[in-house]
């Protein structure tokens, strides 16, 4: 099967791998990754089955890491749900030129949800008032960065005008759900790491690779929809 082109990400594959084999929501209905509302609802069903969290409360990030928080916005547009990414500036210190959610650092006297609101502020020109927080996905722990990323999902029902912070932004990726679930575009590989075998999921779009924290947490975010 021919995939789509990806980017030019640098992807530090180990010696020891194998490819996965049947993509997580295999034999689910994706239908509803077309559907914003229906998203957004079987999100916030998803999010009260959990355990309740409180998304203003301050995290307790793993032991020696420091605390970070993304906003993973879901926009309607012509009533699909999109997903939006950027494209991080070349100049930064960390993951530079990877894709990722809108995030950053959370601040002295700052709890994650206003952390998040606040950098995608900053990073794309995201009104706050225009997200409606619906929960909280799994922690990430990145050891490159050192840090925990608390991963909060809002909705964003009235598409608002983005633009890229050229500081920290190279470009602003708009996807919609549907697309990052077709098989020329998702894979998942199986690393031997010294920490163990660990899954990562890998999203081939036309001119980009979202892997690595990202993918993790797009991966969450398709499982929570299409359960």
Do not use: C
């Amino acid at each position: 099967m021919n995939r789509r082109p990806g980017g030019d990400q640098r992807i530090p594959r180990p010696n020891q791998f194998r490819l996965g084999e049947v993509a997580p929501w295999s034999g689910r209905d994706l239908d509803v990754l077309g559907d914003f509302d229906e998203s957004i609802r079987r999100l916030e069903q998803y999010f009260l089955n959990r355990t309740p969290i409180d998304t203003r409360a301050p995290y307790a990030p793993a032991q020696g890491t420091r605390p970070s928080a993304v906003l993973l916005p879901l926009v309607k547009r012509d009533g699909v749900p999109h997903t939006v990414l950027t494209r991080r500036s070349a100049r930064l210190n960390n993951h530079r030129g990877e894709i990722s959610f809108p995030g950053g650092r959370v601040e002295d006297g700052e709890n994650h949800e206003d952390a998040a609101l606040r950098e995608a502020h900053e990073e794309i020109a995201l009104p706050p008032h225009h997200v409606r927080t619906l929960g909280v996905l799994d922690l990430v722990t990145t050891r490159v960065s050192n840090s925990t990323i608390t991963p909060i999902v809002g909705a964003v029902d009235t598409e608002p005008e983005l633009a890229a912070h050229a500081a920290e932004v190279e470009r602003i990726l708009t996807v919609p759900l549907h697309e990052l679930v077709r098989s020329d575009t998702y894979r998942h590989e199986l690393w031997t790491t010294p920490f163990g075998e660990i899954t990562i999921h890998f999203f081939e779009l036309d001119d980009e690779t979202v892997w690595g924290a990202t993918g993790n947490l797009l991966a969450q975010l398709i499982d929570a929809v299409t359960r």
